[in-house]
């Protein structure tokens, strides 16, 4: 009975913090599913007048004989994102490697250089960057858009991984190499597995961080077929006027693959694997 | 596999990238660049394909979403990657000029052209030598849209148009708070915004009569208060507005349920002058490298033709006077506001136009929303608004270049110095003895390096600099004295560094501490190891991360209305008074952080629920069996575990907070008077709408990197003391 009543406490809680999470988000849903405009407001739940999906035909191409390009964006957003998260990952965890294991020279200032690169505001720094990434030919192409990403995101990876391979008790490195495998074979084999959860939320740290990104995505790329979704939404904005209607429709688009990737991804990844990795 | 076997696999797999998809430009190739949308961009396309029929040239049209649209252009044309040919507003011409980005446009634009568009579009094309920088294209203004089920006849004044009464409709609903729309009240009265001389325009009589008159329209209930452009329009489409003003982007997006009508504004009876609205003209300019390239110019030729004007004129206002003299059938609403924009008054060209809407939204809004009306607010408000439209110009600094670089070489002798005596003997065997490590971090080392530290490092060099993009002086630490005085105000006076320092540490402390406790008490619950449909909980309440923050964070600010909002009509539900959440600093804040820790919880969570399964469950089991409380457990095992994975997420949370500006930007604006604004929002202002002073925003980015450098070391220190 006891149990029951806790069971009930809990679900209770979650499921006011879900609707705290979604009520925001019902504004967006129904200005999405408006044909025309939200009426004139004042009220506490909102609900479409007229039903309609005109908007989300706007914002996928649909209305306008463009979903081949849609799917198109669709498709670079989803390289991009998943490009910078693989490398993102594959490159910061080898270094917070480093530097939870090892001693070398350079090691601190390099930890405080990471941290310090997070505290200057981006404000003067958009053109150099277009710089040196034309320097690099990397302008309006989407390995540039990767590359550039990734590195943004290294800083918060390095440090997150840093702190979960430090969690990870020693003596499963030690037992490893032991038994004869190189320190990298150890990296590789013992430690990384047992940072699943981890290098998982790094991924999607990365992941969402290059999903979102307009301002340097609209910068750097020069044709359509090479722009990502948040370049084509932000387009539903103009100088005098937006057309909130596809705006809303194409941000719950664009918000659809993260949750259903991250509803498939949860399950393995941050159900205790550590658990069975600690004790085998 | 060997590091150094990854290493090489990274870097092909990289250059495998960059050589994939590569771009080829073919002579006779024309790339054009615009941010029109919906049927102007259709007519468009329409038109260059046709070109492209014709004469066998390809053409490239891009539409670039307009927020980045000026960043991009400048940036892609300083080193050629940019357009042959851009449709932009008039009003950016100087500085596109003054920055060398333009061709000249004598070719595309003849002297003998001038005859064929309307006499407002030929003469902003122009500068005073007569020398052509673009080529007219089309009119963008305001006019006055009605409902004609509601407004039969449309009277003849203004006054009159407001006197109209209707059960719970506004006779009249435009955005009363902004310095755009408010323009044509201000002609009307003839003032003008930015003066001769680039002096502040909004002072005097007719800045005094035109805010008085807003006033009277607002404090009647005639005209609502603090309505956005969306709201105007929700109000005219739900016909809860009998009329608004509002350009042709709004009517091509009403539903076809609403009748209406477009008539240029009318005029108010008590000023002498006729209210007229401000106009863009939107230009052809041709980039600086399209100046030897005569097919250009026959393209842009062919664009603004009036045999192309008549495919344009279904979508937009064309500056073609011929194509309004026919007797075609164009949309009613267009030629009208044809007529609205000949009635207009073009925008300044100069610079220093972008600086006087904020001084000028600050005033009229100071004014809407006093207490009482008596003239001596007026003034008060309109004085402070000049007082800020002058400490917010840029100041003649200019220092002796030779000094700065004794400066600098004293510095790098310094640190030279420095780095020499803390070189330990060991120095060299220790690096040696690192090489192993160097394999795993020099990816990192390199990427961070190249693609972040360098721009920030190039961005902070411009701090020393004063004056816009190409025209660059050397200020030595001008910018910096001229912060840290406060530019010679009251050291914590609205605006001033100190006091923005104040609200954003506020604004950090109180994000970060919901953040964390929001992101902890889900992680925990949501471990539970029994609890049922886990993964549909998780996958609900990351909504917040995964929505574009954009349209949410303009969700919330329209949550707030006064009037309009769902929390306001939640407050009625329960009898209170509803705020007017934005008027003073206390809830416009409160607005803000609400906002800001509806984005950022998940993230935490999401972090947390990865550390707490680092958790070793047999430490949790044997406190079980020693018989802790769960509260025990989880303060006296779990948090001591959780907390240096907790540290990186936080730290860097803190920061990231520290520098949050769109929260800021998109839902309080920074309003009431720039109180809510924080470092990072001030920074941009200085870079985009004041005067576009990069180099104070550099500076003010430096003193943001030094603040929370010292606060790192500072706690860092206390930390090793406490411990």
Redesign the interface.
């Given at each position: 009975m006891k149990q029951h009543v806790k069971?009930l406490a809990?679900h209770t809680?979650?499921v006011g913090?879900?609707l705290?999470?979604?009520y925001?988000?019902l504004?967006?849903l129904t200005?999405a599913f408006s044909?025309?405009?939200?009426?004139?407001?004042?009220?506490?739940l909102?609900w479409p007048r007229h039903m309609s999906c005109v908007n989300f035909a706007i914002a996928t191409g649909a209305g306008?004989g463009k979903s081949a390009l849609f799917i198109r964006q669709l498709v670079n957003s989803l390289t991009v994102s998943g490009?910078t998260a693989i490398?993102s990952v594959?490159?910061?965890a080898?270094?917070a490697?480093?530097?939870a294991r090892?001693?070398?020279?350079?090691?601190r200032a390099?930890l405080s250089?990471?941290?310090?690169?997070?505290?200057?505001?981006?404000?003067?720094?958009?053109?150099?960057?277009?710089?040196?990434?034309?320097q690099?030919?990397?302008?309006?192409?989407?390995?540039?858009l990767?590359?550039?990403y990734?590195?943004?995101a290294?800083?918060?990876a390095?440090?997150?991984l840093?702190?979960?391979f430090?969690?990870?008790p020693v003596e499963l490195e030690e037992a490893a190499m032991v038994d004869g495998a190189t320190?990298?074979?150890a990296f590789?084999s013992v430690v990384l597995p047992a940072a699943r959860?981890?290098l998982?939320?790094t991924a999607?740290?990365a992941f969402?961080s290059a999903w979102?990104e307009?301002?340097l995505a609209?910068?750097l790329m020069?044709?359509?077929e090479?722009f990502t979704l948040?370049?084509v939404?932000?387009?539903?904005?103009?100088?005098?006027?937006?057309?909130?209607?596809p705006?809303?429709a194409g941000?719950?688009v664009?918000?659809i693959p993260?949750?259903v990737i991250?509803?498939i991804a949860?399950?393995q990844l941050?159900?205790?694997?550590?658990?069975g990795s600690?004790?085998g | 596999m060997k590091p150094w076997l990854i290493a090489f696999l990274t870097f092909a797999v990289a250059i495998g990238l960059v050589a994939s998809d590569c771009k080829t430009a073919p002579k006779n190739h024309i790339v054009l660049w615009h941010a029109y949308r919906g049927a102007e961009e259709q007519a468009l396309l329409e038109l260059t394909a046709r070109y492209e029929a014709q004469t066998g040239t390809t053409v490239e049209v891009l539409a670039v979403p307009f927020l980045a649209y000026a960043s991009k252009l400048s940036s892609a044309i300083e080193r050629e990657q940019g357009p042959d040919l851009f449709i932009d507003a008039h009003e950016r011409l100087g500085s596109y000029r003054d920055d060398g980005l333009l061709a000249r446009a004598d070719d595309a634009f003849p002297k003998s052209d001038i005859p064929r568009y309307d006499t407002i579009a030929s003469a902003v094309a122009r500068d005073e030598d007569g020398t052509a920088w673009g080529v007219p294209f089309a009119l963008k203004g305001v006019a006055l849209i009605v409902n004609t089920n509601l407004v039969k006849d449309v009277p003849d004044s203004i006054e009159a148009l407001v006197k109209q009464r209707y059960d719970r409709i506004y006779p009249l609903a435009y955005e009363a708070e902004s310095a755009y729309v408010h323009a044509p009240w201000l002609h009307a009265f003839g003032g003008t915004m930015l003066g001769p001389d680039d002096s502040y325009g909004f002072v005097g009589e007719p800045a005094r009569r035109s805010v008085a008159f807003a006033r009277r329209l607002v404090s009647s209930g005639a005209v609502p208060a603090g309505a956005d452009g969306a709201l105007v329009k929700q109000l005219f489409e739900s016909g809860k507005a009998a009329a608004i003003i509002g350009g042709p982007g709004v009517v091509s997006e009403l539903p076809l349920s609403v009748p209406y009508r477009v008539v240029p504004l009318p005029p108010l009876h008590e000023a002498s002058l006729r209210p007229e609205p401000f106009l863009t003209v939107e230009l052809l300019f041709l980039a600086q490298r399209s100046a030897t390239r005569p097919e250009v110019s026959a393209f842009a030729r062919f664009l603004a033709s009036d045999d192309s004007a008549k495919t344009r004129v279904r979508a937009q206002v064309v500056a073609n006077s011929s194509t309004w003299r026919n007797t075609d059938a164009i949309a009613p609403h267009l030629r009208a506001f044809h007529e609205a924009a000949l009635a207009s008054r073009p925008m300044s060209t100069r610079v220093a136009m972008r600086a006087t809407w904020e001084p000028v939204e600050q005033a009229i809004r100071a004014v809407l929303r006093a207490q009482s009306d008596d003239a001596a607010a007026i003034d008060a408000a309109l004085a402070e608004s000049a007082r800020r439209f002058e400490s917010a110009k840029p100041r003649a600094t200019s220092a002796s270049p030779a000094r700065g670089l004794t400066a600098l070489a004293a510095t790098l002798f310094v640190i030279a110095i420095i780095a020499y005596r803390n070189t330990k003997p060991r120095f060299w065997s220790g690096l040696r003895a690192s090489a192993g490590a160097y394999a795993y971090v020099m990816h990192a080392a390199i990427a961070v390096f190249l693609l972040v530290v360098l721009p920030l490092a190039a961005g902070a060099v411009t701090s020393f600099f004063s004056g816009s993009r190409n025209h660059m002086t050397y200020a030595g630490i001008g910018n910096y004295v001229d912060i840290l005085t406060a530019r010679g105000g009251p050291l914590l006076g609205y605006g001033s560094f100190y006091r923005t320092l104040l609200v954003t540490v506020g604004w950090t402390l109180i994000n970060v501490a919901c953040h964390v406790t929001i992101g902890l008490c889900l992680a925990v619950l949501l471990s539970r190891p029994l609890l049922r449909a886990k993964g549909i909980y998780r996958t609900l309440l990351i909504i917040p991360w995964a929505v574009p923050s954009y349209v949410t964070a303009l969700a919330y600010k329209g949550m707030f209305h006064q009037q309009f909002g769902a929390v306001n009509a939640l407050l009625r539900n329960f009898g209170a008074q509803p705020v007017s959440w934005f008027s003073q600093f206390s809830t416009a804040f409160a607005a803000n952080v609400a906002t800001n820790v509806w984005l950022g919880f998940p993230f935490m969570m999401v972090v947390m629920l990865g550390a707490l399964t680092n958790v070793p469950k047999d430490v949790l089991e044997a406190a079980d069996i020693d018989g802790a409380t769960p509260w025990q457990r989880f303060r006296h095992v779990t948090f001591p575990l959780l907390l240096p994975q907790l540290a990186p997420a936080v730290v860097l949370g803190a920061v990231w907070t520290f520098n949050m500006f769109n929260v800021v930007f998109l839902v309080s604006g920074g309003e009431p008077d720039n109180q809510t604004d924080i470092l990072v929002s001030e920074a941009y202002r200085w870079a985009f709408t004041r005067h576009a002073q990069y180099g104070y925003a550099a500076a003010y980015a430096v003193l943001i990197f030094g603040i929370l450098w010292l606060t790192s070391r500072f706690s860092r220190r206390w930390q090793r003391e406490g411990a």
């Open positions: 069971a809990v809680l979650l913090a879900v705290y999470a979604l925001p988000v504004w967006v200005v044909r025309d405009g939200l009426g004139e407001g004042g009220f506490v909102p306008t490009a490398l594959a490159i910061a080898p270094a490697y480093a530097l090892m001693q070398f020279v350079g090691k390099g250089g990471l941290m310090l690169t997070q505290m200057f505001p981006t404000v003067a720094s958009a053109v150099p960057l277009y710089f040196i990434l034309s690099l030919h990397l302008l309006d192409r989407r390995a540039g990767v590359v550039a990734s590195a943004s290294l800083p918060f390095i440090f997150q840093k702190a979960a430090e969690a990870i320190r990298f074979v590789v959860p981890a998982a939320i999607l740290f969402m979102n307009f301002v609209a910068t020069s044709r359509e090479a948040p370049v939404l932000q387009r539903f904005v103009g100088e005098h006027s937006a057309a909130w209607g705006f809303a941000s719950i664009v918000s993260v949750m991250f509803y949860q399950k941050l159900s205790g694997l550590t658990a600690v004790k | -």
